[in-house]
């Protein structure tokens, strides 16, 4: 399986559990929605059995977490701690997506948002 298809496949997981946690904390919310940008160096590693756990393919990337942190704009502590959530949840990859279901939550809320603004309902 490619890196790809192997990362669609853990991005298109029905992450409902990822989702609820993010929807409950602000911090994470700013996380994730940063994720995308965040500067990451090395190379994913593709594990040569077929079922392989996410965990296995974060081996070689490293993550600027400075740059998360003014992205983002939160504290150090919210930044590492964050990080290992979203992680260990599923919820960011590393190939600088999100899973699915978290991205859906993150775009209806900030077009929420965006028409609240506006005073229109959605």
Sequence with gaps: ????????????????????????SAVLKRLAAAWPKVKRSGEIVIPAQPDAALEDFWEGIMVDFDHWEMLA???????????QVLRGNGIILPDGTLSHICSSLLKKEAAGNLLNQFGMSP
């Design 73 to 83: 704009q939160v504290s150090p502590v919210e930044v590492m701690e964050g990080y």
């Design 1 to 24: 399986m490619s890196l790809p298809d192997a990362l669609l496949v853990l991005r298109a997981a029905e992450n409902f559990e990822g989702a609820a946690l993010i929807s409950q």
